[in-house]
């Protein structure tokens, strides 16, 4: 089992940047990918960014492509999401995730679960 908290969301205004962190603790020796999926109200859970491993393979959602940056530190087991130039539409409850060795954009795709952190961009 991996347990994953989220930290750093918050109340930002419109092009303003706010950091979100992850943090793994359990069974942290497999090498997962990690993810930041956001889910706003009434609509689906979205892949926002995926970072492998090894940090050689990542994705990017096409909303925040350019804006938007993750990281991971494997020896303090983190997870790090960089957000610029954020828009009211990034409005959203923002989750970490665990998955499978290679990102994928599937939320089913992902094992492990942080419980979220609200992110809110006021115009």
């Known amino acids: 089992q991996i347990q994953l908290v989220e930290s750093g969301g918050g109340l930002v205004q419109a092009g303003g940047s706010l950091s979100l962190s992850c943090a793994a603790s359990?069974?942290?020796?497999?090498?997962?990918?990690m993810a930041w999926f956001r889910q706003a109200p009434g609509m689906d859970r979205e892949i926002v960014a995926a970072?492998?491993?090894?940090?050689?393979?990542?994705y990017y959602a096409a909303p925040v492509k350019g804006r938007f940056t993750i990281s991971r530190d494997n020896a303090e087991n983190t997870v790090h999401l960089q957000m610029n130039n954020l828009k009211p539409e990034d409005t959203a409850v923002y989750y970490c995730?665990?998955?499978?060795?290679?990102?994928?954009?599937?939320?089913?795709?992902?094992?492990?679960w942080g419980q979220g952190t609200q992110v809110t961009v006021s115009s």
């Open positions: 970072l492998s491993w090894s940090g050689g393979s990542s």
């Open positions: 995730a665990a998955g499978p060795a290679l990102p994928t954009i599937w939320p089913g795709n992902y094992e492990y």
């Open positions: 359990g069974r942290t020796g497999g090498r997962y990918t």
